[in-house]
């Protein structure tokens, strides 16, 4: 009897446990939101089509000023009193603490993606493999490695980063040249996060994920939502997510990827996680999702998964 009592508590329990844990719609906005970028669990930024920007106070999303009408397409925050944003036509905007402000850019073509190493030292890219460098306290236009659009640059440090983009082209910056890298995949990648020197991941069309082992990059999936995945973001080496097309969601929690149940059918174009508990997605529509979970349980316990691989 006593036996059937705790078999009954222990369900119970991961039930409510699994209950707890899961994907959200937090709200929409109508205007489609491209990226998100959280500071703290009581302040967030994303932005969007139209120059739509968001600041999360801890409770909700509410728009701010912005001064631009062109699409912002990602935003990087280095602290909650700076941070910039980049979009069409070579938009480039910052946040001083106060308000956002248009900023001189030496190009028209669209940005796709934003990274700076420390206060001082940036880098964007976009359409057809245009690059740029902020240094000096201005943006300059810089050599470019490709003439495919850049989508995705995550920058290590000042001589260290990466940058991916369009029929699978991959790029290592050592301080003074980005030299190309074979990443097994001549699908567009959308998205490249780093952790540390020897752990990567790309993202892109058709669901393709690359990794990066600290020696070489290996295409380690591809699936059948040709929209793919649109943005990565590395919680830790056993906590990683990836988001896109169809309100598609992966999980790698250390032993495999799995497919978790977001709720929604829209493309979702960013992702971003305070820790392996609490992360957040936007995409098409506005939608604003939260992921939240009270316990460390495996996608597997949560009855969540589709499909497994790698």
Known sequence: MMESFYRTVLILTLAASAAFAGWSVVETTGEHLNDVQMISASDGWAVGAGGQILRYNGSSW??????TTRDLNAIKMLSATSGWAVGHQGTIIRYNGTRWTLVGSPTDKHLYSVDFADAGDGWAGGRNGVLLHYSAGAWRAAASPTGRHIKGIDML???SGWLSGNAGVIYRFNGANWLSQA???????????????????????Y???CRYNGTRWTRIHQGPV?????AVYIVNATNIWAVGGQGLALRYNGYAWSYSDTTVTVTLNGVHFLNAL????????G???????GTAVSPASLGRVKALFE
């Open 62 to 67: 509410r728009a701010v000023p912005s001064p």
């Open 226 to 230: 040709i929209t793919g995945l649109k």
């Open 183 to 205: 990443s097994g995949t001549n699908r567009d990648l959308n998205d490249v996060a780093m952790y540390g020197t020897t752990l990567g991941y790309a993202v892109g069309a």
């Open 278 to 285: 609490d992360g957040w997605a936007v995409g098409n529509g």
């Open 287 to 293: 939608y604003i999702l939260r992921y939240t979970s």
């Open 157 to 159: 440090a000042g001589n």
């Open 207 to 209: 669901e393709t994920v």
